[in-house]
């Protein structure tokens, strides 16, 4: 039988007894059917990865008795997403595979031309920590609280430099920008911006091309959707910049016992 | 109001009336609330992209009067993507966004772990149509039967090279990769194949390892769920080899009309 793995916010260490929420008792227990003693694997997003076993308790609670580490906590990429909230189906997408692509911050924008103005910030977090735990990730991405562009760029952070895919064409194609920037920028904190289905509005555009954070690029000649955007500039950007760029052997057996778990 | 985008299989050119299926004539009257005379864009995967007028007829029929050529056909790049067919949501996600990622064919491929067998053809073309109709392509990828690996690779075309998302960790980073090809590499025609969640069978890795015409690269250290790896890899050889190395400006008006028809 596969290992559950899940997201828990308790410190890890060997031998402590971490609570599991409600909802987790319950997925365990009636979807997974797991039993007194079964195998899990937890992450907290600061401690690595560890081994546990599952103690049953009441009808609703349960608890992980903690063993070994199995991966130490290691850095990732400071990458932000920073995108205007689209339709339910599309956006909830964008939670699950900006997680797998490796985000650190996801960062609901609005913007002049934003269709859809209320996001579930909790289901987008509840999205996230399903992507992580089925992923392998060790952390679960922040999410932050909707705001409006020009406060975001008001406020932002000296040094985070910003890509911006420019759906008007105005833009240098992403792997000629990424390929040539220089150590400086290379190494930088950086966020990805997508605009929202019907495009900036021209002060918008004005406004972040007049950041000397941004850096216009292009996805090609065919118009993408905005969550299409967003997953192929992150792919792009973790393949020229991110941690795609050194190899990472893993086990076979790793792989298929997490790929199992879905 | 904004212009419908249809594609039909009839020959495009000034003056032509052009029959529309059942299905257009009805989204267009019943959907879209199209009138007698409302301004239509057409293409057919082989003449460009045309102006026309609608023409109600009968209860469910109408037609296009083909006007004036807004686009010239364009040669897009020869990449195939051969994936392990997934459940109902994420294969239609996999048709849709391979069709803004620019595949020229969809090839779904039947391996030792592939859990779903059946595979609806028609419904992946539908997903595939719209996606163009939506997103200003050309033409519409060719979606061909389900295939056994096996059958796949014994006929597999003489020079057409293999991209091989190697899930096991086996792989050179993508962007290594592709970034050091030999100018014959880069101009060849290519493939992107990605195996099911459970991963290929030990047997099924050694033959595709075994073809001269497969490279194996590696995703990163995240483990991606096969629809994430197929669009990442795409958007990374669009990136890197296809038809996103040359800027393309757009005119804001082209790129809000087509916006607005979603």
Redesign the interface.
Known sequence: MSVSRLFIETDLAAGVEAPLGEAQAHYLRHVMRREEGARLLLFNGRDGEWTATLSLRGKKTAAALVETQTRVQAAEPDLWLCFAPIKRTRID?VAE?AT???VALLQPVLTRHTAVERVNVERLRANAVEAAE????LTVPEVRAPIELGHLLDRWPAGRRLLMCD??????????VL?TLDPAARSAPWAIVIGP???FA?AELEALRRMKEVTSV????????AD?AA???L??W???L???????????GD??T???T?
Chains 1, 2 share one sequence.
């Open positions: 997408l595979k797998e692509l490796g089925q992923t392998e990730r759906e008007t064409g105005g833009g240098r194609p992403i792997a000629d390929s289905e019907g495009g021209a292009g996805l090609g000649p065919r118009i993408l959707r299409t997953l192929a500039a792919a792009c973790q393949a020229m991110g941690d795609w760029r050194t190899p990472t052997p893993r086990l076979p792989y298929r997490s790929r199992a879905r």
